[in-house]
């Protein structure tokens, strides 16, 4: 197997943006960057997305991009995708695929996490089709070339009527299609033959939309719905008279699902990034490290969703400072008897700027209402934690599970 080179452009922009967020297209197997002509130009059309950069990248064969001919996999098409990336400045992004983009994206999303910022899937899927029917469509393609697909294509990819209302639009795509190299779309073909990555979608914790097309018997609307529900954070719309190439049927309801995307996911990032700034200065950067390291699949959600509403939302509220967030806290723990949890907290108030005789008093005033026996609990693990060495680093528990 081997990483393909690939080739991208930017879309033009109105103004020089090089401080701005970076969107990146991928197309569809058989097509062109061209796809995305009239979603580009819609986005360019609308204040908040008009100086996004936008760099789109064709397919191994296609467009601009050299032929292959070694085998790759998806994991080495997003790799490819990477190496664009790296060239144009690097960074995090955002990236939207259709069909075989979708996989790409998807690919990119599970496996390069810390690069990718929201997720969008047209017509695609973390598994699409089946083994037999890529490996005979790559044979096809070996044997009488990408122009023997042209009308199978033309029924898989638009919705009925779409080819005699769009007028070119429709048939530029075919003609697209003709002049792909012919073993390029095999090994593309062969690539979405071994990609499997339904195993994965849970763990993608970024914002994501996934659009399906009404008419698409290949990515249907119930696959995708199917696919919405197992990521963490994700939207479904079914767009009404289009089919796989929903991308290309109904640019201006696609550019708008971008659009709206693209803000919610920045107004998302704001709130996690606030919840790290507030978690991190409550517990310490060596706890938090200690929990994110240990983070797997099936705790990734609970350390999204307490760094995303404990920290970015509710600690982040001005009502009450920190010092008395603590002292909330504190009595809460002792009231449920969470020893874990009131250690670390017990470190936190501390850090927030109490006093040891405060934390004891806390315990003591919390007796009243809680018990005596839950209090008792508590000043044993809160002489334990002064009794630390160096309690504002965490102490030898710095790794419990839950992290609240």
Known sequence: MSVPRLRGSFAPATAPAAHQDLLVLLPSLGTTTELWD???????????????????????????????????????????VLDIIEEVGGGAFHVAGASLGGAVAL????GHPDRVLSLVMCCSGARIGTVDGWEQRAATVRASGTASLVAASAGRWF?????????????????????????????CADALAGFDRTGSVAGVQIPTLLVSGEHDEV??????????????????????????????EAPTTVAALLRDHLAGSRADDDVHARGMAVRRAVLGDAHVDAALAATTPETAAFQDFATRYAWGEVWSRPGLSRRERSIATLASLVTGGHEAELRMHVRAALRNGLEPDEIAEVVLHTALYAGLPSANTAMTVVRDVFADSDPLKGGPDGQDRRDG
């Open 38 to 80: 009239g979603v580009v130009t819609h986005l360019r059309g609308e204040p908040s997305t008009a100086a996004l950069r936008i760099l789109r990248i064709d397919l191994p064969g296609h467009g601009t991009s050299p032929a292959a001919r070694e085998p790759f996999t998806i994991a080495e098409l997003a790799a490819a």
């Open 107 to 110: 690919e990119l999303a599970a």
């Open 159 to 187: 919705a009925p009527g779409f080819l005699e209302r769009s007028g070119r639009p429709g048939s530029r795509s075919l003609d697209a299609l003709m002049d792909v190299d012919d073993e390029s779309y095999a090994r």
């Open 219 to 248: 990515t249907t609307p119930a696959s995708m719905q199917r696919l919405a529900e197992d990521f963490p954070r994700a939207t479904h719309a079914t767009l009404t008279s289009t089919s796989h190439l929903a991308v290309l």
